[in-house]
């Protein structure tokens, strides 16, 4: 009697892949990203904070080019709720709704996952930044007339992509944690302490700056500093190439660390716990 065929497996195309995880991640593992949610994001968070570090500086004594520096930099830091908490937390998702186990043993192209679950972020992290700068030329009177309009387009797209690109590596750690709630947060205030957000990163010693220097968000602040202050093509290619350079770089290690934290998944079984 001969053998029976192989039952085939099916393997959905990169992109339906993509644009599937891009539809309902939004109402499964982004299902905390109500439209409440999401529009406070973009419209009170960035205010609030951007208000909180002004009035910390005008209260120290600063000058008025020392609150316009900390409330452009907190409009760009604000891009972390969005872009590393939002990502990072589909892991959290995924365990407690018991989801975790079919999606370690699905077919499913392990690439167009983590991108389709990182679309909606970088959409909210795009209008969290440009509203945020909205409210610090309206509000707070930053100038941006010497913008280049293109440029700072450029670099905030650009901050946006590098920011989920970061969010997806510390989610790729958080698959091996408990709750990534912990890890979300002590990265929000790396990036407030060493990125340059409330004070030039050459205040802080040697080690220090090396911690800030390897942060996306340090180079996405400069690349939108160097926008709004007319800088040259030359200067804002090199700040760019720097993005695309660490664009690339968390993709791949988020790709590294979800393969190897799904082998141990695998041989262990610890990892779908919640």
Not at 45 to 71: C, D, E
Not at 172 to 178: E, T
Request: charged share 10%; glycine share 10%.
């Amino acid at each position: 009697m001969a053998p029976l065929d192989p039952v085939p497996t099916l393997r959905p195309s990169f992109w339906r892949n993509l644009w599937a995880n891009a539809v309902f991640s939004p109402r499964t593992s982004l299902g905390f990203m109500r439209l409440d949610f999401v529009l406070g994001t973009i419209f009170i968070i960035p205010f609030t904070q951007m208000l909180f570090f002004a009035f910390t500086v005008q209260l120290g004594g600063g000058s008025a080019a020392a609150i316009q520096f900390v409330v452009v930099g907190n409009a760009v830091a604000t891009v972390t709720y969005s872009s590393v908490f939002s990502v990072c937390q589909t892991t959290d998702s995924e365990k407690n709704q018991g989801t975790m186990e079919h999606l370690l043993v699905s077919p499913a192209n392990r690439l167009a996952l983590y991108l389709g679950r990182g679309l909606i972020p970088i959409g909210v992290s795009l209008a969290t930044v440009t509203v945020a700068l909205t409210y610090a030329a309206v509000v707070f009177h930053v100038p941006i007339a010497a913008a280049d309009d293109p440029a700072l387009a450029v670099s905030i797209v650009l901050t946006a992509f590098a920011m989920v690109g970061f969010g997806l590596v510390l989610g790729g750690v958080a698959l091996y944690l408990r709750t990534s709630i912990i890890l979300g947060n002590i990265f929000l205030f790396i990036g407030l302490l060493f990125s340059g957000a409330n004070f030039p990163l050459t205040d802080l010693p040697a080690p220090l700056q090396a911690v800030g220097y390897g942060l996306p968000l340090t180079w996405g602040l400069a690349a939108i500093r160097a926008a709004l202050s007319g800088a040259s093509l030359g200067s804002l290619l090199r700040l760019w190439g720097i993005l695309g350079f660490a664009i690339a770089i968390s993709l791949l290690l988020a790709m590294a660390l979800w393969d190897y934290f799904e082998r141990r998944a695998l041989s262990t079984g610890s990892i779908a716990r919640f």
